[in-house]
């Protein structure tokens, strides 16, 4: 009998050793933030030292992709490991209407659907979402918490998360009632309006703070475990808003007038400063993670990592990305397959583990997740496009397989795919209009900013790109996102 419970007692001493050294994983997904909107990669003019210093501290990738140019396709495909040519969301979808009682999120994830929450579920760990789903309401098979999500708190739907002062938030199911009067958070001001209509757009809580707040909390819950926590904070997706005392920090250093709503969204007196103000503001907010993760002993055993769903936004809201430079001088943004619509900042921290002050141009995908935490945890992935970071991650370059390409496909702004090959990116636009649409192509090695069109030097790449359009498209279960030749998915 003593010798039983001595075997039993051993396998529970190392089952608890296993799940202490099984590693924290967060992942922080940041709201149309452009590739060029952090210090690490170029920025000027918007402070992140928080951000910063975790690239300094890890890696920074400069070849890293999103699986969509907008919000709900990307964090369906970051969710999924699928591409855009396989998965099952591929625009935004909207549900409903922006006014309280009409929340209806946007379309979503089916019942059965394989996420990287459930692949750590099935490895052990607590797993969270706090921040912005836009993958199903509560009332709905996309639900986070039927998705594999332990916790969730934040917006469930994106038309919601236009305003960052809300009278609500969702916590598990539950509406979580916010001391934030009902704003119609698209409704303009007259040009002759005074500075104190503009306070019509502010509330007392703030959700990215609330947010913030349920991260800590969580963590400190959860510290005795294993823990994944997926972070899509809302910054600095429009409208602008932004605490007062963070957006005085700004205010004086840059030419601005008022913004009056021309363009949709909030109003504000200082567009500039609200803008730069709310990227330092969520930096802060990592800040606060790191400096808890130190402070609970948990620093060295947590993987955290930063990355943004899509290029920063086009013009409307009072943002001025230009002015900002926000995607680093590369070609397009938000709801473009050109390189500023789609390539994404990635910076990943493992003390001891990842090196630091490391720079990685491995090209690489969002939709790599799933691949990469079922490497970290050994728990097998459902059928994915993806390939494991892990080698590359932890400085094993040799060790670490190419993608032979990443595709896109996009049915939004005129139907648009594109590949990229190496060094190669092929661009296909308009093609609701003309599906037979002629591919464009860049040798983004010496071109970049995708500014001089090659194609007719390069039939024999064209034809390459035609083949990987044909093999990867699979039909869509939805007509609007259908724009590619029929015969394509005619297998």
């Known amino acids: 009998m003593n010798k039983i419970w001595n075997i039993l007692i051993a396998c529970l001493i190392t089952s608890i050793v296993f799940a202490q050294q099984k590693p924290n994983i967060i992942y922080i997904y940041a709201d149309d933030l452009g590739y060029g909107e952090l210090g690490s990669y170029g920025q000027q003019k918007i402070k992140t030292p928080n951000l910063d210093k975790i690239a300094k501290e890890g890696i920074k990738f400069t070849q890293h992709y999103t699986g969509a140019p907008v919000c709900a396709p990307a964090r369906c495909m970051l969710m999924t490991g699928k591409n855009s040519g396989h998965s099952y969301i591929r625009g935004n ?20 659907t394989f996420t990287i929450a459930k692949l750590m579920q099935q490895a052990g760990y607590i797993t969270g979402a706090i921040g912005k789903w836009g ?8 639900n986070p918490n039927k998705q594999g999500f332990d916790y969730f708190y934040g917006y469930l739907c994106q038309k919601q998360a236009h305003n960052f002062y809300p009278t609500h938030l969702w916590e598990n199911g539950k509406w979580d009632t916010l001391k934030n009067p009902y704003i119609q958070v698209h409704k303009p001001l007259a040009a002759a309006a005074p500075d104190t209509a503009f306070d019509y757009f502010k509330g007392k809580e703030y959700s990215v703070t609330k947010m913030a707040e349920k991260t800590l909390d969580f963590i400190k819950k959860n510290k005795k475990k294993p823990f ?15 605490p007062d005392e963070a957006v005085k920090e700004y205010i004086g250093k840059f030419e601005e007038q008022p913004y009056h709503g021309e363009k949709g969204y909030a109003s504000t007196l200082y567009p500039k400063s609200t803008y730069a103000a709310m990227i330092t503001y969520m930096d802060e907010q990592v800040g606060r993670i790191m400096k808890l993760l130190k402070e609970l002993g948990l620093d060295e055993n947590t ?10 936004t086009f013009d409307v809201g009072g943002a001025d990305t230009k002015f900002f ?125 995708e500014t001089t069109d090659i194609a007719a030097q390069h039939p024999e790449l064209a034809k390459k790109f035609e083949e990987i359009l044909k093999k990867e498209h699979q039909s869509s279960h939805i007509k609007d996102w259908e724009f590619i030749d029929p015969k394509f998915s005619e297998r």
Do not use: C
Not at 135 to 142: E, I, K, P, R, V
Not at 303 to 312: H, P
């Open 93 to 112: 979808y909207e549900l409903g209407g922006f006014e309280d009682e009409n929340e209806g999120g946007q379309m979503p994830l089916p019942e059965g």
């Open 135 to 142: 993958l199903g309401m509560n009332t709905t098979t996309g």
């Open 228 to 242: 994944f926590l997926y972070l899509p904070y809302t910054g600095p997706h429009v409208s602008l808003q932004a």
């Open 303 to 312: 993987i955290v990592m930063f990355s943004s769903d899509n290029g920063a």
């Open 325 to 449: 430079n926000s995607v680093g001088g590369l070609r397009g943004r938000k709801q473009d397959l050109y390189e500023g619509g789609i390539r994404e900042p990635f910076i990943a921290r493992w003390p001891g583990k990842i090196p630091a002050g490391k720079v990685s141009n491995h090209i690489s995908a969002q939709f790599d997740m799933m691949a990469t935490l079922s490497e970290i945890t050994g728990v097998k992935a459902w059928d994915n496009d993806g390939i494991s970071l892990l080698p590359t991650l932890m400085g094993n370059d040799n060790k670490q397989k190419n993608h032979d390409y990443l595709y896109f496909e996009f049915p939004e702004k005129g139907g648009q795919v594109a590949v990229r090959m190496g060094d190669w990116k092929g661009v296909k636009s308009n093609m609701k209009k003309n599906k037979n649409a002629s591919w464009e192509i860049y040798n983004l090695k010496t071109d970049e900013k």
